[in-house]
């Protein structure tokens, strides 16, 4: 199916590809249906579209090519909403909050995004305890290695 | 809003699945039990409001950003 996105023009998506997100998100409780695009030529964030509604796109990430030892558990009734079998089905998504500069940028940790990546089901899981911050600084592999040469 | 008082260790049932329970009242804090089925999301309110305006604030941003991302190993 065609899709007009946010930023990526209109692009064709396969419909076994979307993601359902029964409540929606915090704050878009209408938005149920997303799907993940690939951004041209950057592996490491993509845009998580509603299907719904173009102006509704976020940019997400792997939080672990930020934060290596970011885990925690998945309470159980989380586990049975998204008929989750296998922990090799889950995939973790931090929402991005980009600034300018993007040295600025921030990730949530505190309510990563869940997907379940075999039954097409997600939900934004809010963590209720606060050892993963709601604005957790991008520190970005460039900046990184240029800390380590100086 | 519907506004019922309640003492220590009285509840309210919502619908068939939801009790709410006053478990403990020490000076200014209020122990509150819920049971609700699971697929019921509950969250202290100002958690969600900060999660709600987190995702505002995620949605804003200029699609210049975005093509400086493309294209572009940050």
Do not use: W
């Not at chain 1, 922990?87 to 500069?101: A, C, F, H, Y």
Request: aromatic share 8%.
């Amino acid at each position: 199916m065609q899709l007009k996105t946010k930023y990526l023009g209109t692009v064709e998506v396969d419909p076994s590809d979307c993601i359902h997100f029964p409540a929606g998100l915090p704050g878009f409780g209408d938005e149920t249906e997303f799907v993940l695009l690939d951004l041209p030529g950057n592996p490491i964030f993509q845009i998580f579209q509603s299907t719904k509604t173009t102006a509704i796109a976020f940019v997400v990430t792997n939080p672990h090519y930020f934060y290596q030892d970011y885990t925690f558990t998945l309470e159980d009734h989380i586990v049975k909403s998204l008929a989750i079998e296998h922990e090799r089905d889950v995939v973790v998504l931090s929402i991005v909050t980009l600034k300018d500069p993007f040295e600025k940028s921030t990730l949530n940790l505190q309510a990563p995004v869940i997907i379940n990546s075999r039954t097409k089901m997600g939900r934004q899981y809010i963590l209720n305890d606060d050892a993963f911050p709601i604005r957790a600084p991008i520190a970005t592999v460039a900046t990184q290695s240029e800390k380590g040469e100086a | 809003m519907l506004v019922l008082t309640r003492k220590c260790h009285e509840g309210i049932q919502i619908g068939e699945n939801i009790e709410i329970k006053v478990l403990a009242i020490e000076g200014e804090q209020i122990k509150i039990g819920i049971d609700a089925p699971e697929d019921v999301d509950i969250h202290r309110k100002e958690v969600y409001e900060t999660i709600q305006k987190q995702n505002n604030e995620a949605l804003q941003l200029s699609a210049n950003l975005i093509h400086s991302l493309k294209n572009n190993n940050v």
